[in-house]
């Protein structure tokens, strides 16, 4: 397969692999550290024959792209914590009506206003939590530039797949530094494609295996006839209130998701097979903690690293099996413990977990994870 090298800025690479999963319509507002991917697509995604349309706030803009991917196109919109926040609301309406939309949220120091420019991780647990009611979600981080790419196509796969909203999950860092990237070429690459019904006869646009079945998804405007609704609704899209059809209803939204957690789990493991003390990290963070671990391991001491790739569902039994070694869990991260949390819901409460946050909006330096790594010991 033919390859080629590109100097490539992070926000590009989620921006060009999104195209090259076949995105056919984006709606955004500015915002920054995010805007590079909204003037990528509006420059590059009417040579493919697509749409590019500003929207007057971030809440226009994931409605937008809600409706545009009820007609079954592609869509997907980026932001960064005050636009996310925003967007929580229709982000649950997708997730109830299970609506496919890719979000790219390029995190930055809050909450508020905070300091646009820099970089964080603040918003791991708004992902997850941040729209009402339970709710399904993915959510995938990537570690560099390549990965941008690579996780912003797979993005796609899995919304079209599991008819769920995405969320690529970078910062300021991850979104601005430049990278030498080299990719395939695009013929290499299978373009995503949701499920359809082969008929409109006895069409039920939420019919499906209970277990977390995903339904069928007929576009908008192609003679078949469903009602999208935000309230809980059967399988015909008529709204109930019935306790069973409730009950039904949200435990497949959550099966569909939580059940593949392990399938869906995506991470980087080195040096863990031995290690008395193990790092974890993703993102931006994780750069400064690899370089850390690899220090201690030339001074000889017993220390890995675990980077994580996917978030949300949160791989809780690759993360038990991988740590199981570890006397010691150490988790760098831009926010004040959020991914700390998970870590020992995961590993349980024998070992310590100790935080190691960071909020005044720098990115870690090797030596500040590598000096905690020696106070751990």
Request: net charge negative.
């Amino acid at each position: 397969m033919p390859e080629k090298a590109r100097l490539m800025q992070g926000n590009e690479a989620c921006t060009m692999a999104a195209i090259a999963a076949g995105l056919e319509f984006y709606a955004g507002y500015p915002i920054t550290p995010s805007t590079e991917i909204a003037e990528i697509c509006a420059e590059e995604l009417p040579k493919v024959g697509g749409k590019f349309i500003q929207m007057e706030d971030e809440i226009g803009s994931i409605s937008a792209c809600i409706g545009a991917s009820l007609t079954g196109a592609k869509a997907m919109t980026a932001t960064s914590g005050p636009g996310f926040s925003l967007m929580q609301e229709s982000i649950g309406y997708a997730s109830l009506c299970e609506i496919p939309v890719v979000i790219i949220d390029v995190q930055r120091v809050g909450p508020s206003t905070g300091m646009p420019t820099s970089p964080a991780q603040g918003d791991l647990m708004q992902v997850r939590w941040g729209t009402h009611g339970d709710h399904p979600i993915i959510a995938l981080a990537p570690g560099n530039v390549k990965e941008c790419y690579e996780l912003t196509f797979r993005a796609f796969e899995l919304s079209e797949k599991y008819r769920v909203p995405v969320v690529v999950l970078t910062d300021e860092v991850i979104g601005h530094m430049r990278e030498k990237v080299v990719l395939p070429d695009s013929e290499g690459y299978t373009i995503p494609r949701r499920a359809m019904p082969q008929s409109p006869a006895g069409y039920k646009p939420y019919a499906a295996d209970p277990q977390g079945g995903v339904p069928l998804m007929a576009p908008f405007g192609t003679g078949y006839r469903w009602h999208c609704t935000g309230l809980f609704h059967d399988e015909n899209g008529a709204p109930s209130s019935k306790p069973a059809v409730a009950s039904a209803l949200m435990r497949r939204l959550n099966l569909k998701i939580e059940s593949k957690a392990d399938e869906l789990a995506d991470c980087v493991a080195e040096g863990l097979e031995d290690c008395d003390i193990a790092v974890v990290s993703f993102g931006s963070s994780a750069m400064a903690a690899l370089s850390a671990v690899r220090r201690s391991r030339s001074e000889g001491d017993k220390v890995g690293m675990l980077r994580l790739k996917t978030i949300w569902p949160f791989p809780s039994a690759t993360v038990q099996r991988l740590l199981a070694p570890a006397k010691k869990i150490l988790v760098p991260e831009m926010n004040l413990g959020q991914l700390a949390l998970e870590i020992e819901r995961a590993a349980g409460c024998e070992r310590p977990v100790i935080r190691l946050g960071k909020v005044n909006g720098e990115l870690f330096h090797p030596d500040e994870v590598f000096a905690a790594i020696k106070e751990a010991f």
